[in-house]
């Protein structure tokens, strides 16, 4: 079983930035592809980006490229989530995401919540204007 904690959500005003993280349990962490998503209120969950188990490939959706950059530490079982030039549009929870260990989940399959097998309970990005 993997267990994800998310960190690092906030009130942040609009043009500012924030990082949010997300810690995984367990000794396989280099083999998931990890994925983050965001749901605003009264709204469905949006793929935001995925970062492969290498880190050799990631991917973002049209509404945070160039401003939003995922990358992440196998060292430290952390995926991270760095978000500048934030807009009131980006609030929201923010779940990170991880595949089943070896399912190799890669591009376009990573942009749907069914590939992922383990979801965090989300952290709060608040962003005012």
């Known amino acids: 079983q993997v267990q994800l904690v998310e960190s690092g959500g906030g009130l942040v005003q609009a043009g500012g930035s924030l990082r949010v993280s997300c810690a995984a349990s367990?000794?396989?962490?280099?083999?998931?592809?990890m994925g983050w998503f965001r749901q605003a209120p009264g709204k469905d969950r949006w793929y935001v980006a995925s970062?492969?188990?290498?880190?050799?490939?990631?991917d973002y959706a049209d509404f945070v490229k160039g401003r939003f950059t995922i990358s992440r530490d196998n060292a430290k079982n952390t995926v991270y989530l760095q978000m500048n030039s934030l807009e009131p549009e980006d609030t929201a929870v923010y779940y990170c995401?991880?595949?089943?260990?070896?399912?190799?989940?890669?591009?376009?399959?990573?942009?749907?919540?069914?590939?992922?097998?383990?979801w965090g309970q989300g952290t709060q990005v608040t962003v005012s204007s």
């Open positions: 970062i492969t188990w290498s880190g050799g490939s990631t």
């Open positions: 367990g000794r396989t962490f280099s083999s998931y592809t």
């Open positions: 995401a991880a595949s089943r260990p070896g399912s190799f989940v890669t591009y376009p399959r990573s942009r749907y919540p069914s590939a992922y097998d383990y």
